[in-house]
């Protein structure tokens, strides 16, 4: 079965850090590039990070830059997103998501979710004193 996995989520103080993890099952991360999103309670989701297969490239989207960064372990088949220096509104359920494609920037861009084909359950991030 074809699936993607996120692990990492939690509770955390304003400052604070956090790894996610995306471990995909049924298929290899190697040529795809994959991108993380999250969704707060009633707003749409957003685009966070994404890195290409091709060289590794990595983009963010501008509120997170310099505090999060996305790598991939291709022996682990898992893609990471660390997240430092958390702010409350960083809060919400991240996601992780396959574009079967080799670039983030392929078409469009990287921040379409119509464009991620597999999605993983989520994992929930919240950021409180």
């Known amino acids: 079965q074809v699936q993607l996995v996120e692990s990492g989520g939690g509770l955390v103080q304003p400052g604070g850090s956090l790894r996610l993890s995306c471990a995909a099952y049924?298929?290899?991360?190697?040529?795809?590039?994959i991108a993380w999103f999250r969704q707060a309670p009633g707003k749409e989701r957003e685009a966070v990070s994404c890195i290409s297969a091709t060289d590794g490239s990595t983009y963010y989207t501008e509120s997170v830059k310099g505090r999060f960064t996305v790598s991939r372990d291709v022996a682990k088949n898992t893609v990471y997103l660390q997240l430092n220096s958390l702010k409350p509104e960083d809060t919400a359920v991240y996601y992780c998501?396959?574009?079967?494609?080799?670039?983030?920037?392929?078409?469009?861009?990287?921040?379409?979710?119509?464009?991620?084909?597999?999605w993983g359950q989520g994992t929930q991030v919240t950021v409180s004193t």
């Open positions: 049924g298929f290899t991360l190697d040529s795809d590039a």
């Open positions: 998501a396959d574009r079967v494609a080799i670039d983030c920037e392929y078409g469009l861009g990287w921040s379409r979710t119509a464009d991620y084909v597999i």
